[in-house]
């Protein structure tokens, strides 16, 4: 499974950014997707998850800001980031765990594939 994140970049606070993530090796229908990010000095962090049967969670930080959405047929994940803030300058990743159907899997460690992320800069 590889799976190959894009849309990273440099924007103002208040703008908007939209990630996508494509997956290769297997169909992405039966297993949840998740973004995550990390900051210089911090550990990793769940910003979004979306489940195999759709269900999404958030981290309190993006909630209201953020969407992830996925497209099966194009075996595609996006993270739609709106109101920026200086805080979410982070390394953003994809990633999705080694075995199906599983729900609300928000930890690092229920991941087994990631991809190699990308960088978002938000000025103030």
């Known amino acids: 499974v590889q799976l190959q994140a894009s849309g990273g970049g440099f924007v103002q606070a208040g703008g908007s950014l939209r990630l996508s993530c494509a997956a290769s090796g297997r169909t992405i229908s039966s297993y949840a997707m998740g973004w995550f990010r990390q900051a210089p000095g911090k550990e990793r962090e769940v910003v979004a998850v979306?489940?195999?049967?759709?269900?999404?969670t958030y981290a309190d930080s993006v909630k209201g800001r953020f969407t992830i959405s996925r497209d099966n047929a194009k075996n595609m994940v996006y993270l739609q980031m709106n109101s920026l803030k200086p805080e979410d300058t982070a390394v953003y990743y994809c990633?999705?765990?080694?075995?199906?159907?599983?729900?609300?899997?928000?930890?690092?460690?229920?991941?087994?594939?990631w991809g190699q992320g990308t960088l978002v800069t938000v000025s103030s």
């Open positions: 979306i489940d195999w049967s759709d269900g999404r």
């Open positions: 990633a999705t765990p080694v075995t199906p159907y599983g729900l609300r899997l928000v930890a690092v460690d229920d991941y087994g594939y």
